[in-house]
């Protein structure tokens, strides 16, 4: 630090997660960032005034550099072929872990080259895929990126950096007002004021509750965000034309985060004639403990009505036409909760003043202890008469994600991620309780094979220990449709099956080797149906023959010899022919 340092109104640290695809975008964020122009009005407020009360601190990792990170401290005014002017150092990251990266760039952002701020807004930009998938990804070799633990780790280590390293400059030459300003930082209280996430699927109750001891407001996007991420420009103009009022006045903070969100909105509702569909919400993080208790509440109502068979039909319906996010794998809280809460209506069907907008719910049986869980969900996301939610501001346009609200949480239909219990979020509700009893209660039976016929029981379930190794899904762009694979850590994204069966949201997960033609027929009540849930419970790998038919040897489909067709005497691996699949 600078004996004539001082301290500005907002410090702004922008980190760009470019060696990817998304390389190009990040160039022309910086671009972007140049461009902002601040308004000037009868305040008096000059270029120079506001160019001293906002810092733009930019990282950024890109492809083109070679391992290595450039850091810009931004100067307005983008003139072509000078970006590398504001370059202030290159740092060789190929040796050190990414979280420490990310770390170092917000504490080095703070603590040096005039960084000191009343308020300090951190952006980070790149790849996002939500709770349960990685973020700020980066095509390394291995290939690396953050997890939502992992960026709770960067934030709690940055705050204790930064206080270490502000004690240190006390020792040196200090203006009385940077003096004064490390003297009376309370690290305790230390939060960064606003984390905006320039990625898709990142405004999610997990993200939220794992970062609320470090962040007071978070900006993000539920579902997908466009390559070309937030307007850079308009939100600079705003900050630069205003940062007076939003660094200073009660609720500043608070303010920017709204209009951050409608001048994203506002941006992208010209891409409508592009079918983009786009949406982002502003979260106040200190009403994550009132979120904590309501969704426990919640989760302890979903678990009771699912022992009782109109309860179970009502939430798998609410799930089912609930706005979804990442195929089918989150879902709007608020939207599931307000279809439970308001869509059953009245029993002749009713309006719809909520807004719910349902197809299916109408007199729909709800008990009135789910009902009151809903309602008070919303009441923390939204508000009342009272006083104000956790959600600030949710805008969106376009029809895809007409029903957001602002906060997503994990709600996949077959397969919860044996990694997602970890998370705090998780412990602390129990909603990962839930998800576990939801997909076993919801779970289509196994298809069993003709009364008296042999059969044997293939893969059980996901992670099912046998020779072959668990059944999983694989994802869209693959091409086969289910893998062996032995290990039972896989994170795996429910629904995204190469054969496009999506309607099947909760499929078995095991099924009978039959001979072929000899399995039940779909509209004949499937007598073994209960023997064969229960096999699969139980990891075994077989029903018992009751002497109705010979023993079926895979071979030519027909019996006989199991090495017909074969190479080698090996057992031929089930396949499917005649196929054609679509990418």
Known sequence: MNPDDSINDWTVMVYLAGENNLAEECVYALKEMKRAMPRLDSRGLTHDTADSNVKVVAQLDASGLGGAEVRYVLRRGDVDGRLRRDVVATRDTSETSYRSVVKDFLVTSVTTDNGLARKYMVVLAGHGAGAEGSFLSRDADPPDAL????????FNEA??????????????????????????????????DLLGIDSCLMSMAETCYELRQHVK????????????GWPYERILT???????DYAHEPGGTAALADKIVGLYTTYYSDYLPAGRSVDLAACDLGRCDDLKRAVAGLAEALRAELKTDGGRRAILLAH??????????????????????????????????WGTGTAVMRGMQVGDYLKDACREVKRVLRGDEK???MILRSCYSGPAVQYSHGLAVYFPWSQVSEHYGSLEFARDTGWHLFLREFVEATRRRVRACAPGVHSELLFSKPGFRTSAGGLTFLPVNDRVDVVLNSRVDVIINSRNMSNKIGSMKNPALAYHECPCGEAVPAT??????????????????SLPDDGGGGDYQPGDGQ???PTAGETGGRRPRATKKGRTKKK
């Open 147 to 154: 997890s939502i633990p992992k960026l709770q780790w960067v």
């Open 159 to 192: 705050r204790k950096d930064i206080k270490q390293e502000l004690r240190e400059h006390l020792r040196g030459e200090l203006s009385d007002e940077v003096r004064a300003y490390i003297e009376g930082f309370d690290d305790e209280d230390f939060r960064f």
């Open 217 to 228: 407001y978070l900006v993000g996007a539920e579902g997908f965000e466009p390559n070309t």
């Open 238 to 244: 705003e900050l630069y034309s205003n940062s007076p």
């Open 320 to 353: 089912w036409e609930a706005q979804t996010y990442k195929d089918d794998l989150y879902v709007d809280l608020y939207d599931f909760c307000n279809l439970l809460s308001e869509g059953p209506g009245g029993d002749d069907g009713g309006d719809d003043p």
């Open 387 to 389: 006083g104000a939610g």
């Open 524 to 541: 004949v009540a499937d007598p073994n149906g209960a023997l064969a849930l229960s096999r699969a419970d139980t990891g075994a790998t």
């Open 559 to 561: 019996g006989g010899d």
